[in-house]
């Protein structure tokens, strides 16, 4: 067994047995969560260097970490006694590190660059000038 999610608020922990988990409400996935608001295939879970990381394969009502939302299709570290919740059923993720085979720094989430958060002109470090410059 490679940990378990504990559901927070009552329910039998469910045991984490392989080393990649998909989490969703069809028959096929290995978490299998029957409700409604739990898409047919949630998320992704996997082992890499000891750790386990999440990955949200575009659900409908998203994961969260933490209380954060994740981005979809980013894989996100989950350390040790985290909250994660899945559409809005949470647990609680109890793992060692160390009995999964982790030494060193922890790996890294994913980072995507949001390319589309500044304009192309404030990227080129063209930058418009602002009101107040354009008023004098």
Known sequence: MFGEL????????IPLMKKRL??????G????????NVS????????DEGY???????????????GKRITQGVRKRLDPNCKVTVAKHE?????????LGAYGTPPQDEVVDDFF????????????????????
């Not at 504990?6 to 922990?13: N, R």
């Not at 998909?22 to 028959?27: F, Q």
């Not at 647990?91 to 009995?99: A, C, G, Q, R, V």
């Open 52 to 66: 386990w990381f999440i990955r949200d394969l575009r659900s409908r009502n998203g994961v969260k970490v933490d």
């Open 117 to 136: 958060r500044e304009s192309l002109l404030d990227r080129a470090g063209l930058n418009r000038r602002d009101s107040s410059e354009k008023k004098k």
């Open 6 to 13: 504990v559901p927070i608020g009552g329910g039998d922990p």
């Open 40 to 47: 047919g295939h949630h998320a992704l879970m996997e082992i």
């Open 91 to 99: 647990f609680e993720l109890e793992y060692d590190p160390m009995s």
């Open 22 to 27: 998909r989490i969703g409400r069809r028959e």
């Open 29 to 36: 996935c290995d978490i299998i969560l029957s409700f409604g």
